[in-house]
């Protein structure tokens, strides 16, 4: 194999190994944050590691010096949808069904190819098959199944289900752009700097939400298990899964990153079986595997 072909099964490892991280993560460890409120929780995911790194990656401070004003606006709009937005959304969205359709939550969050494709398109000008419309058709069509299955939706039982699905999808397209800003940074900054800076700036934008809110009240009301769960999160799947991503992320195309991406529903999916004993119904089943299908097809 030659150096190019190594760098990418290398990026592709990589950014597989997060997306198991995040699947384990939204089955077994955020679920375990459910007494508290969802801001706050996404506060505290990001200030827990972004306090640890200033203690042994201080000197990335540093390239402030260094920083246009390009650099900030992309740091700020990964921050912003990566972070803040995205993360709430889809924490939101797993809080809202109750824990008992982890599955279809995470799978929803996935349709992030289609607006990863579109905006790699427009941002870092990677060509765009003329077959998109159809597989992303596909894709949204199967998510609708995966979620209501053939029922319509009922507006007085199902609301959180539809309150979950949608915030799932802002997650998709949040977590979507998230992935194409990242990969501008990582033309100019390696991975350690754009994960540091991603912490640091989410912390900041989280910070003036929880206080606007008064959220931060909720700090009296955090147990020592919530507290036990925040470390084992902010230094695993979280600043640790994100460290990987961003490590393989810069070895390999936007588009090649969101198929390994699909490994976090196919182990949610495994770790919900395993952990919760909850399986997916067989039009459910049959729906995530066309929905899948339809991301690679999209993605080639």
């Not at 997306?19 to 995911?45: E, Q, S």
């Not at 992303?136 to 998510?143: E, H, L, N, P």
């Not at 949610?268 to 997916?280: C, E, G, K, P, T």
């Amino acid at each position: 194999m030659d150096k190019q072909g190594n760098q990418i099964l290398r990026g592709t490892i990589a950014i597989s190994i997060s997306a198991i991280m995040w699947g384990f993560d939204g089955v077994v460890l955020t679920p375990r944050l459910f007494n508290l409120d969802v801001l706050y929780v996404v506060f505290i995911l990001h200030l827990f590691p972004f306090l640890l790194m200033n203690v042994f990656l201080f000197n990335q401070y540093k390239h402030l010096k260094t920083f246009v004003r390009q650099d900030y606006v992309t740091f700020l709009l990964v921050a912003f949808f990566g972070g803040a937005l995205g993360t709430y959304a889809i924490v939101k969205a797993l809080f809202l069904v109750d824990f008992q359709q982890l599955s279809v939550v995470v799978l929803l969050q996935k349709l992030q190819p289609i607006f990863a494709i579109v905006l790699a398109g427009i941002l870092l000008k990677e060509k765009i098959k003329k077959n998109f419309m159809i597989w992303a058709g596909v894709a949204i069509v199967s998510s609708y199944f995966l979620t209501f299955g053939f029922n319509l939706p009922n507006l007085s039982t199902d609301t959180d289900t539809i309150y979950a699905a949608l915030f799932a999808l802002l997650a998709a397209f949040s977590f979507g752009s998230s992935t194409v800003f990242s990969k501008k940074i990582l033309l100019n900054h390696n991975f350690i700097t754009a994960t540091f800076y991603r912490y640091g700036f989410t912390s900041i934008i989280l910070l003036l939400a929880v206080v606007i809110t008064g959220k931060y009240n909720l700090i009296e009301q955090t147990t020592p298990e919530n507290w036990l769960y925040f470390a084992i999160i902010g230094l695993t799947t979280g600043s640790g899964a994100i460290f990987i991503y961003y490590y393989g992320l810069r070895r390999v195309k936007a588009i090649i990153a969101t198929i390994s991406e699909l490994l976090f529903p196919i182990s949610a999916i495994l770790f919900d079986y395993l952990i919760n004993n909850s399986l997916l119904s067989p039009i459910q089943l049959i729906s995530a595997a066309i929905m899948v299908f339809a991301i690679i097809k999209l993605n080639k």
